[in-house]
């Protein structure tokens, strides 16, 4: 916990870019929403509203004034997002503000989620392009209020954050920024997720050209890439990343059965394994799967708390509408269920088949689908 005391700035862990920031019971439920749709903001809220899993979902809790936690925000990161009054925003940070080009972005999101507001540094600092991400985010009416309109093409360090995607390192943002803003030749390739991420009205420029594989970005050697996929990259593929970023969308479903009281422990190392032997990113993986028998399956409920997952549970009539290939008697007899991780892992993900049917392992078993997205195609 940060205890906070005048004259001192308090101690900080930063693991995100953002801070979001709330002091009020409603603004903390919210925060705690809105950190499982937008996944680039470390979370803080007042003490008195502990819940008991803040050191798992790697929220801070502080004791005292928000006033005295903002300088160690507005030095630690690139933009807070503040769950605050505007004119009590404004008054706190007035003392600590800097330069323009040294300030980092203040959004301000009202206590019902209605509006998020650019605050400051809206250009420099970003907090326009992350007002409009955030918004879309939690289903929120951006407020940008600067003359100039933003460049409109794609933010490279917010690329599809409005659907929960997290990109693998961020050690080519920037240069790769560079070559969208200085409208260089960049190739984006989608693999799976979210298609309607092109939302401004005007066209999507020239310069930012769709290719259906990797091997056709490839031949065309662009400046940058931005690489859209829930797959490990095989080696021949790296060369897109020497400019590039790889996103990771929320595309990926684990189905799961476990005996009563299987650890947390094992539960997730069968799935480090199995994920390892597919090839497939854990940060795709959207969700935990499974029947409601098991909804307060601890060891469920600490693996998708630890790793920001939704834990979603169906009952056994909802399960058996699933078609099977080998659907089991015995399941049947002690769970109402012709199957549990099968039947979990297609309905979640909205999907016909598996990468991977059924795998047991000890005391747990995990099928694996990927989510199937049927919006347009961008043009």
């Known amino acids: 916990m940060i205890n906070l005391r005048e004259g001192e700035i308090p101690e900080v862990r930063v693991t995100k ?19 499982e749709k937008f996944p680039y903001v470390d979370v803080y809220y007042m003490k ?7 050191a798992e979902k790697n929220i801070q809790l502080f004791d005292g004034t928000v ?8 030095k630690a990161y690139k933009s807070m997002i503040l769950i605050i009054s505007l004119g009590a925003v404004v008054r706190m940070i007035a003392p600590i503000l800097v330069d323009k080009k040294k300030d980092p972005g203040v959004l301000v999101v009202d206590d019902k989620g209605q509006y998020v507001v650019s605050v400051l540094s809206g250009h420099i600092g970003g907090a326009n392009a992350l007002t409009n991400e955030f918004a879309q985010a939690i289903d929120a009416t951006p407020i940008v209020t600067t003359a100039s309109d933003v460049q409109k093409t794609i933010a490279v360090d917010l690329f599809g954050a ?38 401004h009205e005007t066209p999507m420029p020239d310069t930012l050209k769709i290719y259906r594989t990797t091997g056709e970005a490839i031949a065309a050697k662009p ?10 990259i095989e080696k021949e593929e790296e060369i897109l990343l020497e400019n590039g ?12 059965g476990c005996n009563r009281g299987t650890s947390a422990e094992e539960i997730e190392q069968l799935i480090d394994e199995t994920l390892a032997e597919l090839k497939l990113s854990k940060k795709s993986v959207k969700a935990i799967a499974t029947i409601d028998l098991k909804k307060d ?30 659907p089991s008697e015995t399941v049947f007899k002690f769970t109402g269920a012709y199957g549990v991780s099968e039947p979990a892992a297609l309905r979640c993900a909205n999907a016909t088949d598996w990468l991977l049917e059924k795998k047991k392992s000890g005391n747990a078993t995990i099928s694996i689908a990927r989510i199937t997205f049927d919006e347009e195609e961008i043009e």
């Not at 006033?67 to 507005?74: G, K, M, Q, V, Y």
């Open 245 to 256: 970023v790889i996103y990771r969308p929320k595309s990926i479903v684990l189905g799961m």
């Open 297 to 326: 399956e601890q060891g469920f409920l600490q693996v998708t708390a630890r790793n920001n997952w939704q834990f979603i549970t169906y009952t056994p009539a909802q399960l058996n509408e699933m078609p099977l290939q080998n």
């Open 162 to 199: 409005r659907y929960g995607w997290v990109w693998d390192s961020e050690e080519k943002l920037t240069p790769v920024s560079a070559s969208v803003v200085n409208e260089e030749q960049v190739a984006i390739v989608q693999e799976t997720g979210e298609k309607k991420w092109w939302l």
């Open 17 to 35: 870019p953002y801070a979001l920031v709330a002091i009020t019971k409603h603004g903390v439920a919210n925060a705690r929403k809105y950190a």
């Open 223 to 232: 400046h940058a890439t931005l690489l859209i996929t829930d797959r490990i």
């Open 67 to 74: 006033r005295l936690l903002l300088p160690a925000l507005f």
């Open 48 to 54: 008195k509203f502990e819940q008991g899993d803040e």
